[in-house]
């Protein structure tokens, strides 16, 4: 399998820190290389008198945030280091203290008869701070239940707030569509009313139907006489009105004589 360059990397470095001479030797390297830059005019980082005022401000902020870190990091290590247990060495034993050997009594069963006077009963005091009974980490189960309770009660307020608030929303979406249709229907009025011609306007509500409609056929009928129009020869020259198609005709005379006559 091929080695990437970064594997390639990592193992030379490796090897470099592993040999004292070899790093002692990179690192002076680097220090000359450095010190040709500086007296080159080459930053790395440019100091603070080359920078604006806003940027130098900008990183003083960067400072001040990566100095708070740090003494984070080191609280932390600090506190981390004194819940630390002592090593065994730090405690100092107590004094042995001889005990008496019990004193075996002559028994027919032999040395094998385990003695009948009583042990030294060990103490309960643990013999260091970190020794001792734990305290369970699990709530019992009094407080348990009166916690979910709790939960539960306000998970069914907050539930039951919410669905009142849907609803009122829900509520409020109706009235406002409602409002907005009647609202288009109000504007759709006032379009038709102002798109009327003044013939319509002015004519009554109630007529009767029979003796228009006998003044309308007498006047197509007088129009599309040969000697008032003409036809237009075209194949495309029609037009259909009411399902009915017929050939398109133009006027020979004005409107004002044909109505005088």
């Known amino acids: ?48 008198t080359e920078l604006t005022a806003s940027a130098v401000e900008k990183k003083r902020e960067q400072w001040r ?40 009594p002559s028994s027919p069963l032999g040395p094998s008869q385990p003695s009948s006077l009583p042990r030294p009963s060990v103490s309960a005091q643990p013999s260091s701070p970190w020794e001792g009974p734990l305290s369970s980490s699990t709530p019992d189960k009094a407080s348990c239940g009166s916690k979910n309770k709790n939960s539960s009660h306000r998970s069914e307020n907050r539930t039951r707030k919410l669905r009142e608030e849907i609803e009122e929303l829900r509520k409020q979406l ?23 011609t003044v013939n319509e306007k002015n004519r009554p509500k109630v007529f009767r139907k029979g003796p228009e409609r006998r003044r309308r056929r007498s006047v197509i009928e007088f129009l599309t006489r040969d000697e008032n129009s003409r036809l237009l020869p075209g194949k495309k020259g029609t037009v259909t009105k009411n399902k009915v198609k017929g050939q398109r005709r133009v006027l020979t005379k004005s409107l004002r004589e044909l109505h005088s006559e």
């Open 174 to 196: 109706l009235r406002e569509k409602r409002r907005a249709d009647a609202f288009r229907k109000k504007v759709q009025r006032l379009n038709r009313e102002k798109h009327k």
């Open 1 to 48: 399998m091929p080695v990437s360059n970064k594997e390639r990397g990592a193992r030379f470095r490796a090897r470099i820190r592993a040999d004292p001479a070899a790093r002692e030797e990179r690192l002076a390297k680097r220090r000359d290389r450095y010190k040709q830059r500086t007296q080159a005019g080459q930053h790395d980082h440019p100091s603070v």
């Open 65 to 104: 945030l990566n100095q708070r870190r740090r003494r984070e990091r080191k609280r932390q290590v600090e506190a981390v280091m004194n819940l630390t247990p002592l090593s065994e060495d730090s405690f100092e034993e107590p004094p042995q203290v001889a005990r008496p050997e019990p004193s075996q």
